[in-house]
């Protein structure tokens, strides 16, 4: 109880200032306030006062018009870039070079030859469409399954309104009929792959190819999600060499994603073989110095500087002399002929401990050439969560790396690929030959995986899943990204040949005939073009500091007002506040006098009543409803006393707001 009390006597000291009630409050408020304004509205006469009062409710909406789009500008958290030089002792950068064929044609001649030979004579039959001009007939039977899994066909256009559809290696001629071929696309089931979509194992592909008689003829190839299904899907072309080329990979795939590991290895060009001279600055290196990884698209890779095992390299000086020379041999005699159509070395600068993803971002070097490449750095540093959706590390990324296993760093075109992978798993039970695999998983293959190439090309051709890959990945907060100058010239030049080729034949092969030729030899220099460095970096656009002077700017713009001002506004919210919660207590009480009435409807008794009832021990209250209705008690003679009841104030449980007394 005198808890509640003490909380009541708190309530209205806290409230002798403003008033009880809230127009004493709100009066109170505009004379004490520093808020230009206000004080106007109260003081001057009652034109005045409405044009003050407009003023202000107009200066104040401003103010808070104003506070929103600054408060919207600052959660959209924009940022600037800025552009910094510097010079510094900067890392060679890791230099990843392949041969732009993977594998030896010697070494994989007998896993493709059945391939080979059913290219060849769809070739013959392609560029001989009339029966009997092949030479296949004086040849051993073919084996046609790999042509039924993605057959080739030409479609005939010599009628554009009635093309007809020709089977290379069937005489049968179909009419496509209410089927659209060639030009831009070949519709099959009522389904459609557009031109630069992928086909797979059930796939018909499109490839319009001009006769030498001004014959038009387009060389398709059909994927089906099984042999003899009309569920098919058709990939387009403008020239029967892509057509052939395209097939030719699909079908590789299928047969090279059976050969362990090692043995692909072992089929690629090796170290030793691949890498004649190397020179590093003033220090000399060989083969041993580069690190060998196993890629997909070009086989064994090589990487000098990659900072796995060893510390990474700086370059002390720019220019050429300090930089990276190499002599390559790429063997070119010794490609195979319809899966690798340029020759060449294909070459990546990239950070040390990443991937290098040579097919997105990586350059061709000319076979007989010295090919030159003046670097420049440039650094990116990006702001993380909320300004960018950029990763430090990728493991907020919803993504399982599957490049991990080789101990590199995150990227995003690792993250892309791996989404792809996964869903390729996922949905065709397989995975692609072309990334890595997670555990317990294969490699998709026609004998195992029939339908395999049909559901690649709808995945690949799929939006959706790309988008959902697209979002699912997010870009490093940190990049180094490398720019190059190329410049290429002969080499060696027609006098040196001789005595170059002769010395690099017996230093490679112990020999003294000449075992290299212009056609599969290259000279690369790599070199640092200035010292001067970059840094792309971002940095807050609007920080909390800009945020406050902002809003104070406006406020003191329009109103005149300060942070004091604010505290101002905030006491009279408190106070109305108390004042409310005072109103809300004393409602409460009368609602309870009310009910303790509701139950005793006559009047509480006088003093007079009371003190008789003390002094004389006869004295009992009468019930006026006992008594009969026809007795009446006359009236009681003489004056009665004072009721002292009528000097009180309030009841005696309330206490006054200014009651100090306990």
Not at 147 to 156: F, T
Not at 415 to 427: A, G, K, T, V, W
Not at 530 to 538: A, F, G, K
Not at 546 to 570: D, H, T
Request: aromatic letters at 10%; hydrophobic letters at 35%.
């Amino acid at each position: 109880m005198n808890l509640k009390k003490y909380f009541i006597r708190a309530l209205h000291r806290l409230q002798k200032g403003p008033g009880y009630t809230y127009k004493e409050l709100l009066v109170w408020y505009c004379d004490n306030t520093n808020t230009h304004g206000p004080k106007r509205i109260i003081k001057e006469g009652p034109k005045k006062k409405l044009i003050w009062f407009f003023l202000t409710l107009l200066f104040a909406s401003l103010v808070f018009w104003q506070w929103g789009i600054l408060i919207n500008t600052y959660l959209s958290y924009n940022v600037t870039s800025s552009l910094s030089i510097g010079f510094k002792t900067m890392k060679f950068p890791a230099v990843t070079v392949c041969n732009a064929n993977p594998f030896k044609y010697s070494e994989v001649k007998h896993l493709l030859k059945e391939l080979d030979r059913l290219i060849e004579v769809a070739l013959e039959r392609i560029l001989q469409p009339t029966p009997g001009n092949s030479s296949e007939n004086a040849s051993p039977p073919l084996d046609l399954e790999l042509w039924h899994q993605i057959p080739l066909v030409l479609i005939d256009e010599h009628d554009k309104d009635n093309p007809v559809i020709v089977d290379i290696f069937e005489s049968n001629q179909t009419a496509l009929g209410n089927q659209t071929a060639g030009g831009n696309q070949t519709a099959a089931d009522n389904q459609t792959a557009a031109d630069n979509q992928t086909a797979a194992d059930n796939q018909t592909a499109a490839d319009n190819q001009t006769a030498a008689d001004n014959q038009t003829a387009a060389d398709n190839q059909t994927a089906c999600s099984h042999q003899g299904s009309d569920n098919c899907t058709y990939r387009n072309f403008t020239s029967a060499a892509q057509a052939v080329t395209e097939w030719y990979i699909l079908q590789s795939t299928s047969i090279l994603s059976k050969v362990p590991l090692q043995e692909r290895i072992r089929m690629g060009y090796q170290a030793e073989d691949m890498i004649l001279a190397c020179l590093y600055g003033a220090e000399p290196c060989n083969y041993k110095n580069f690190t060998q990884i196993y890629h997909p698209d070009h086989g064994n890779c090589y990487i000098f500087n990659w900072g796995m095992d060893k510390e990474a390299l700086n370059s002390s000086n720019p220019g050429a002399e300090f930089g990276l020379k190499l002599i390559l041999d790429i063997s070119q005699q010794d490609y195979i002929p319809y899966l690798s159509s340029a020759a060449g070395a294909r070459l990546m600068l990239h950070q040390q401990k990443s991937f290098p993803f040579l097919k997105d971002q990586g350059i061709y070097a000319m076979a007989g050439t010295e090919t030159s490449i003046g670097v420049l750095v440039d650094e990116l540093e990006r702001m993380g969560y909320p300004y960018s959706d950029c990763t430090m590390n990728g493991s907020d990324v919803p993504v399982k790396n599957l490049y991990s296993q080789y101990n590199t760093s995150y990227s995003i075109q690792a993250c892309l690929r791996s989404c792809f992978q996964n869903h390729m798993i996922e949905i065709c039970g397989c995975g692609h030959y072309m990334f890595p695999l997670p555990e317990r998983v294969n490699y998709c293959n026609n004998e195992d995986y029939p339908g395999w190439a049909y559901c690649y090309s709808s995945l690949r051709s799929s939006i959706r899943h790309r988008q959902i890959c697209i979002d699912s990945c997010k870009e490093t907060c940190n990049d180094t990204q490398y720019k190059m100058t190329i410049s290429m010239a002969d080499w060696p030049s027609e006098a040196s040949e001789d005595w170059i080729f002769h010395i690099l034949s017996y230093e490679r092969d112990m020999s003294t005939n000449v075992t290299l030729d212009r056609n599969g030899i290259i000279k690369l220099n790599i070199y640092f073009q200035e010292y001067n460095y970059r840094t792309i970096s971002e940095s807050a656009a609007t920080t909390i500091v800009w945020l406050l002077s902002s809003l104070g700017g406006q406020f003191g713009f329009w109103m005149g007002g300060s942070v004091l001002c604010l505290i101002e506004f905030g006491e009279i919210i408190i106070d109305a506040l108390w004042i409310t919660v005072i109103n809300v207590i004393s409602w409460c009480k009368g609602l309870k006098q009310k009910r303790v009435q509701a139950r005793y409807p006559d009047a509480p008794p006088t003093v007079s009543e009371l003190v008789e009832a003390h002094t004389n021990l006869g004295f009992q209250h009468e019930d006026t409803d006992a008594l009969p209705r026809d007795e009446v008690l006359p009236p009681e003679p003489g004056t009665p006393p004072p009721n002292y009841d009528s000097l009180r104030v309030q009841p005696l449980d309330v206490l006054g707001p200014d009651s100090d007394a306990e």
